[in-house]
């Protein structure tokens, strides 16, 4: 399991979850960042939206997009945060 700090609202919650980082290797062998993910299950996501911002291992992403399914979990897109 994954930690993130979930900011909404100027308020901060930590989240349990798993964080895929979605990179990908090329001829090159350098890492090639693709659509970072986080999911947790859809009982803990408290109203998380597009928007909102999670802290995970140091990076802080943007959250893109919020995808809950059938099964009781919901998969966030993340893009990392440029400041």
């Known amino acids: 399991m994954d930690t993130a700090d979930w900011t909404h609202d100027g308020a901060t919650v930590a989240l349990q979850g798993v964080f895929d980082p979605r990179q990908d290797s090329g001829l090159d062998g350098r890492a090639r960042p693709l659509q970072p993910e986080f999911t947790l299950?859809?009982?803990d996501d408290a109203g998380i939206a597009i928007g909102?911002?999670?802290a995970i291992g140091g990076f802080t992403y943007d959250v893109t997009g919020?995808?809950?399914d059938q099964m009781g979990s919901t998969r966030l897109e993340l893009r990392?945060?440029?400041d």
Request: no cysteine.
């Open 80 to 82: 990392v945060r440029r």
């Open 41 to 43: 299950l859809s009982e």
């Open 66 to 68: 919020v995808y809950p």
């Open 52 to 54: 909102d911002t999670l």
